[in-house]
């Protein structure tokens, strides 16, 4: 039995372990998802399925390739409806296939150009003999109407797409009538993926089809891009439309979609109660998106390909291949941007997706995650997770490590059992995490917390902060860590001017010694503002404030040490001359906002740094300077962080690999410190501004002019000047907001 101060002194432990345990146990409710664990069960997902993959061909689906080879023998796509006319006549009348479907649309008419030039002339002119015989002879003469007449009459289904954007609520063509509607459903629970738009096949082809069936793959199903989920039916205002290969697998069977719900006693609030559907004797999964996982069959190749010029031109070597076969006719050229990211290839034809569905459809070989499998994923992180929580901090190392690898088996026995024999995919990566979390926060706690905290502390963020600030660290170790999080914080990067010239024309040793003797100072500086030292890359240095130690004017500091490095170069010149060395200039960019913070790298080497989008602008402004002909260019976050700091708005850009325009700045000196003559440059430079923004081109080149004849040394209004130049040539758009995007770094 276990004495109560033992327990005691294991409170913390196993207060971490039933944290830890309620955390995943939010994930594994939904209350609150967590993107890393989602990524994780993607890939224990991907890693099943590769596993278990079948590898062999499916003989009873072909695919009709638009390939490489059929855009060179045929031309360039899109081919005419006539040739696709006859691709259709020789796969039904030749080859005998069973049925047709196009993983394709057709949104617009097919025009003969010649046609069209002839009714343009005529309708110049004003014939309207030659313009009704035109019409006759496009109704005869057009090529769809020879696709139409093609496929009337026969089992051959077209493909449209689904549009659930809201913002895009276009509708082209006409779609085929819906499976169902909603008053079919009976009062009954059907979730679905709604859509706003589509694009269809027009009237003339669609209603010559048999019917048709969408191509949708909405990337809500498929988070991160990879192909895993695909939804059998997707909604448009009442009615709920199958997809391409359940409506040719329903041809095929020649048998009409059932639904079948769930049981009251498994439905509860959150339960959706559409579960299976059913194509004759053919039972299909759905979750709660009515979507299917894709039973993948190989990394590629699951069906035989036929090149489309084979059999238009009726040379096929093995027409056996096709008789009474389903055929998917779709394209593998890499320019017609139809290749997918699936768990199997990062290049997969988005046809053999479909023929895979509708293999799956026919094969019954869906593996289900009906939504009750939440449950399974719940008790299984309670059990293991409260069980190791309150175990493994009285075991030894050997013994712990010993019962999390068996938890790790169980957990794992217990997925593949449901995977091979139940055919249903549970949760796996929770299971696995919690174990693995659970243990190295056991094993870490005694070494880390309990035995080595200020020492540690000090070895871990020694190389970054300054000894003051160390010490400072030490007073509250466990209040600080090197887990990634995000905070508010001001990012420095700093680069000397033309430092390769400089380089080419020094030795290694001089190269040195100018180095050591322009970091050092500048690394003092930022230490003295209570900077933290990033990394030195080359010539630069990236530095940030307000962390590990929390500032709260971490803008304030960075500023101050900003303007503190610019001085302090000033008074280095005597020393770089005294020494025969070139004069070091530098810029200096400063931006503040949200910043993820932690230890970042490889299991190789990491390093406590910085990271996001505003860390990114932070390397532009700092960029900017030379263009400006500025020292430093802070962003005006930076400028609302600060107080007491007289600054000069340079402009509103749009910087390279961001979109949202940022207004930056110049400091000038503290308010205080600003002179009569600096104040009134201020106050004519921003009258400038405003009639540069305005489109004031006049007024504002002739103030822009004379503040440059007042401080030729001054880059600013020459850039300005020669900018109104450009615009007075090509005036911006309709709109313009006087921002101005800088296309490069």
Known sequence: MINPETFRKKIIPIGLGVAVTFIFLLHATRLLEFDFIQRMENLVYDIRLNFSLPKNLDKRIVIVDIDEASLS?????????????????????????????????????????????????????????????????REILGSDNALAEAIRGKPVLLGY????????????????????????????????????????????????????????????????????????????????????????????????????FADKIKRGDQYPALETL??????????????????????????????ATDVIR?????????????????????????????????????????????????????????????GIEITMVLVLGLGLALALPFLTPLF?????????????????????????????ASSLMLVVTLFVVNMSHGFFVEARGKRYLGHLFGQYVPPELVEEMSENPEAYSLAGEKRNLTVMFSDVRGFTAISENMDPKQLSELMNAFLTPMTEIIHRNRGTIDKYMGDAIMAFWGAPVQDNDHAEHA????????????????????NGWPEIKIGVGLNTGEMNVGNMGSEFRMAYTVMGDEVNLGSRLEGLTKQYGVDIIISEATVAATNGWAVRELDIVRVKGKKKPVRIYEPVCHEQDLTDTQQQELGLYGEALKRYRRQDWDGAEMQFLSLSNQNPARKLYRLYVSRITSYRIKPPASGWDGVFTHESK
């Not at 006719?329 to 053999?352: C, H, I, K, M, Q």
């Not at 957990?411 to 995977?419: A, E, P, R, V």
């Open 73 to 137: 023998a045929e031309g360039r796509w899109p081919w005419s409806r006539q040739k696709l006319a006859t691709l259709t006549n020789q796969l039904f009348n030749l080859y005998k296939i069973n049925v047709l479907g196009f993983d394709i649309t057709f949104v617009e008419e097919d025009k003969d150009h010649t046609l069209a030039r002839l009714e343009e002339l005529a309708d110049a002119q004003g014939n309207q003999s030659v313009k009704k015989y035109l019409a006759n002879a």
């Open 161 to 260: 797409f689904m549009i659930d954007d809201p913002a895009r609520r276009q509708q082209i063509g006409v779609l085929p009538e819906p499976l169902f509607t909603s008053a079919e459903t009976r009062g009954k629970t059907v979730t679905a993926i709604e859509a706003f738009g589509f694009g269809a096949n027009i009237p003339l082809l669609q209603n010559a089809a048999l019917g048709a069936g969408h191509f949708s793959i909405p990337p809500v199903v498929n988070e991160d891009g990879i192909i895993r989920r695909v939804p059998l039916l997707i909604k448009f205002k009442d009615g709920y439309y199958d997809t391409l290969s359940l409506a040719m697998a329903r041809t095929y069977l020649q048998s009409d979609v059932k639904l079948e």
């Open 278 to 307: 059913r194509v004759g004797q053919n039972e299909i999964p759905v979750d709660e998106d009515l979507a299917v996982w894709v039973p993948y069959r190989n990394a590629q190749g699951g069906f035989y390909y036929i090149s």
């Open 314 to 374: 009726g040379t096929v070597a093995n027409p056996d291949l096709l008789k009474d076969a389903i055929v998917l006719v779709g394209t593998t050229a890499e320019g017609l941007f139809d290749l997918r990211a699936t768990p199997v290839s990062n290049v997969y034809p988005g046809v053999e997706i479909h023929a895979n569905i509708l293999a799956g459809i026919l094969d019954e070989s869906f593996r289900a995650r009906p939504a009750y499998v939440a």
């Open 400 to 428: 712990a490590t010993i019962v999390s690898l068996l938890a790790l088996a169980v957990s794992i026995g217990i997925n593949l059992y449901g995977w091979f024999d139940l055919v249903m995919i549970l949760p796996l």
């Open 559 to 578: 500023l101050t040490a900003a303007m503190e490095m610019i001085d302090e170069l000033s008074r280095l010149r005597a020393q770089y001359i005294a």
